[in-house]
């Protein structure tokens, strides 16, 4: 089925300016993603960084295992951070009541999370759960703990601290607690306790206030039955309240968790929610133990935390494939590094994780294997948003039709509306001489949208009167556990009438790798002399995002990557595109895009590939009508042959005949053939005459006195006297034995043939059964046709005559 794009759309520009190859040439790979009008910041790979601060109360109402829960929580926010470029510290605060003694002392500095950064606070996070009562006090001192957090986030925030695109990296405190504000012995803050608390909570807003104008997050995490849940509502309102989408839950609320062995869940959630990515919780048990855990297909970047307590335990990680993966380095498409392997919380970081069930394997020596290991998964999907507009170049004023297509960075096309549940899709329109303008995009069935839930999201966007030249247009979009990473797409604006028109149409099929997808460009040349167009693709799965190379022999080639539009007609050119053989499997994305060559900034059209990629058949699965065939044909003719021989000895049987011994017409004796006692097809017998008595029949079991009565296969009776040769006999004729005469009567074998119901048998020799032989007559003869001396045995089966009256045949095979 050929499949004609709706719409004319819009190609990155400067993907549009790579496309090249002689007309009639050499089929043209153009793996072409990004526009190189894109600065750095916008092309940077990866999730977003954030700047968090984990704030710890070490007061004297915490045991000693509740502080040793929170410094394992800790580890685990600065081990399962994703992002590389993210900076966290560790802050540890009681309250100040005598010399010597700080409200807060810092326990990690701000530290960059990378490789060497994720092990250096493996180390120092250690060091929370080791109390100096003579350095730090036994209070709580909210304002302080707060106020250090902004320092330390707020450092050096002029000269650096940018995230993607230029936008300001968020900042996150994320504060934890068993209680509530306890200043009544730190003298800075009055004279006495009641002044001091007072005092305390006026420095509270304070700090709040202060955090809100540097545009700090306030997360508060409490546990316990201690806890003010006003106090910590109104710390998390009293923040900046910002938030890292529009989704409901990205904007700071207090949490507050039952037990301190609840806090690790309840923080890295919390965590989660702070920074647009989602939790995926797993197994649990203890050493040696299998745990497992699912990471979602729309997952870009993620890591695999193990809370393991004690760091004797050792892990081994294992993909959704089956295959032991790398502490560090890459393997198939993915990149691994591992840290706090020496540390109560280990994780591993994944760029681009292979999705479905991981496992995990956890051993410990003897002696360490006391404790319940609890595997979760943080992720992460960071789409790539494919625009395409139509008209592909409009004019001010008009009205165009934005249509979105999300994958992600393996190139995964996005097809599933459930992995984008509660999703929104904005694009917003700057350029020259407007204002922007931003439409909201839908995935409902509702014009302009095509249909609903096929996970193309679109709407209408009017291009300002005062649009002229360059326009950009940039998608966004926000989801539980996705972001998108916000490339933009240009084109210019169109004045008059254009000179050269051009339509993409892509055939929607199903194809394998290393098959070819057909197309058809139709261009239409207004002007006097021939253009040349240049065909191409861009945003394919088989190429990397930022460089264009290939991924694992993946390409998609086009061919011809040229063509020559004539002057004043119309021309139809047919192209393929050709899937490479490691091209990944599943929906195909990508655009088809088309551009003249004298004015590469202006795209004439695009087109989705809509494309799907299956691999080829197995031997089995290509053969296997043939083979079914070949053995559903041995079945008939076994189960012919089978029948045959299975009539043939019916015919034979003899068991429920009876033969008779006459003289002079009167009956002397008789003797019926029981089941089994004709072995072979054959009746042996004699006949007993002692002196002064009637001569009687006996079986006998050989000897050469003896008469021999079989049937052959075609059911024909033969009776071989013990002097003579074999003759047949007929059903009810008297045979010659000795000086008597033989009667064979009741012949008919017991016949358990099924019966079927049928119109008519011209291929069998058949006749209607006489009522008698049909009936329930009784007697040994009764329904056997024992009288009829035409009878021939044979499979019976029902069957109606044509006229109404029912019958049944005996086929004789």
Known sequence: MQWRHPRSALLLAGALLALSGPFGGPAAAVPVAGAPLTTASEAADGPDPIDFAVVVDQSASLADKDLVRETEAAALLSQGEISERSRAAVIGFGSSEKAGQAPVRDVCPL???????????????????????????????????????????????????????????????????????????????????????ANGAKRLEEELARARAAGVQIWPLGFGSGIDRDALTAMAEGGYRGACSDVPGSTPKARVAGTSAEIDTALQETFAAARCARVANGTVGKPPADLYVTIPPIATDGALTVSKH??????????????????????????????????????????????GRWRVR????????????????????????????????????????????MQTRRGVVITDPRQLEGIGVTVELTGDGFSPVSARLADDGRAPDGRAGDVRFTGTLPVPAGAAGKLRLVARMSAPGVTSDERPLYTMTTVGTP??????????????????????????????????????????????????????????VISPATAVAPPGVRTNVPFTVTVGAGTPLGALGGQVAVVDAADPDRPLDTAFLDVRVTPWPTWWETWWPYVAGGAAALAVVGAFVGIRLAARRRRRVLAGTRIELRRDGRTLDSLTIRAGQSAGGEFLFTVDEVRGAAPTLRRARGGAASHRLRRNGAGELLLRPHRGREEPVRVGEPVAVDDCELV??????????????????????????????????????AGTGADDPTWQPGPALDSDDGTGTRGTWNVDF
């Open 744 to 781: 064979v009567r009741s012949t008919r074998p017991p016949d358990r043939t099924p019966r079927v119901r049928l119109p008519g048998l011209p291929w069998a020799r058949s006749r209607p059964r006489t009522r008698t032989e049909a009936g329930t007559g009784a007697g040994t003869g």
């Open 499 to 556: 000179e050269i028109t051009a339509g993409l149409s892509v055939d929607r099929v199903t194809v394998h790798p290393g098959e070819t997808v057909h197309g058809t460009l139709s261009v239409t040349n207004n002007g006097t002399g021939p253009h040349t167009l240049r065909l191409g693709l861009t945003d394919t799965s088989g190429t990397d995002a930022q460089s264009g190379a290939k991924a694992g022999g993946g390409e998609l």
């Open 111 to 197: 530290t960059t999370v990378d490789q060497a950064g994720r092990q250096t606070l493996n180390d120092c996070v250690q060091n929370l759960s080791r109390r100096d009562k003579d350095q730090v006090g036994p209070g709580t001192d909210f304002p302080a703990a707060i106020r250090q957090a902004v320092s330390r986030l707020t450092e050096g925030a002029a000269g650096g601290g940018a995230g993607t695109g230029g936008k300001p990296t968020p900042k996150v405190v994320f504060l934890l607690t068993d209680g509530k504000l306890d200043v009544g012995d730190s003298p800075e803050y009055g004279t006495d306790r009641a002044s001091r608390q």
């Open 310 to 355: 004690d760091p004797k335990v050792r892990v081994t990680y294992y993909d959704p494939a089956g295959s032991k993966v790398p502490t560090h380095g890459a393997f198939e498409d993915s990149t691994f590094e591992v840290s706090g392997e020496d540390g109560p919380v280990e994780a591993l970081r994944v760029k681009n994780p292979m999705p």
């Open 362 to 405: 956890v051993e410990a020596p003897e002696g360490h294997g006391d404790h319940e290991v609890a595997v979760r998964a943080i992720w992460q999907g960071r789409l790539r948003s494919v625009l395409t507009l139509d008209p592909a170049s409009p004019r001010a004023g008009q009205q165009a039709v934005v249509e979105v297509r």
